[in-house]
């Protein structure tokens, strides 16, 4: 599971809003890796596979209720288009029913060819077209967008930032919430009093290990408090 040397990630996008992409991902470091192909974005139009005179993507569920289900024909053609059989990369389909997504995750993912991401709308996709393809469903959080496409967005910003020579130095990412099953710690910058608040004393004090000790302190009573479920992990 290691990418071949020199060879950007790259990640394939079905949805029915292409335009949207890459937004944010278009800016800052992650844009600039784009631009300097640290990594790749394709999009496929699911519009482009319909095939009825409507050129409809959905239909009503089966077994009646209110909204629109994706059809599993229309998306089969898209995913073979955008994924076709030898191609190595996973499979995932943005999904409040999907595993959380974990920085774990992210870090995995960032040493694969790269992703092939469905973006759900309506009430979702056909059941069919998921196990047929091999979609994995995976959630940014327990609450319900109105499509796949910001949740996309999100899964490749984590994953992309830790691509080598993405962010630009590659220690930057070590220390952060989730890495070492901590939350970070407070951080300040100057000025040194602001508003009559000040920095606290060590962190200028050029004490590297007392330094240390404070994060790891403030990193720990932050956890403790805010995010125990993770401690117990
Ligand atoms: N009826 C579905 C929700 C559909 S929301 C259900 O109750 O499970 C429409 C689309 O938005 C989904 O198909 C999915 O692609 C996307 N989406 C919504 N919430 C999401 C989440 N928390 N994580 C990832 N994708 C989500």
């Not at 990630?9 to 292409?18: D, K, M, N, R």
């Not at 490749?156 to 990412?173: C, D, F, K, Q, Y």
Request: glycine share 8%; net charge positive.
């Amino acid at each position: 599971m290691s990418r071949v040397a020199n060879k950007p990630f790259a990640a394939s996008i079905i949805t029915l809003f292409p335009e949207v992409f890459p937004g944010t991902l278009g800016t800052s470091v992650i844009g600039r890796g784009l631009r300097e192909n640290l990594w790749t974005l394709q999009t496929t139009n699911l519009r482009d596979f319909a095939f009825d005179k409507h050129r409809s993507v959905d239909d009503t569920p089966a077994g009646g209720g209110a909204g629109l289900v994706l059809r599993s024909d229309v998306l089969a053609k898209a995913i073979d288009f955008a994924s076709p059989k030898d191609d190595t990369r996973p499979r995932y389909l943005l999904s409040p029913r999907g595993k959380p997504l974990t920085q774990k995750l992210a870090h995995e993912l960032s040493h694969e060819d790269g992703v092939i991401l469905v973006c759900g709308r309506f009430e979702g996709i056909d059941q069919r077209v998921i196990k047929s393809r091999n979609l994995i469903e995976i959630s940014i959080g327990d609450y319900v967008l109105a499509g796949g496409e910001v949740a996309a967005m999100v899964m490749l910003e984590a994953i992309v930032r830790l691509i080598p020579n993405v962010l630009g130095s590659s220690l930057s990412h070590q220390d952060e919430s989730f890495e070492n099953g901590l939350l970070e710690y407070d951080q300040y910058t100057r000025p040194i009093e602001f508003e009559g608040q000040t920095i606290p004393k060590i962190l200028t004090s050029g004490n590297h290990k007392k330094i240390a000790k404070w994060r790891e302190e403030n990193s720990q009573n932050l956890t403790k408090k805010r995010r125990p479920d993770l401690l117990k992990k």
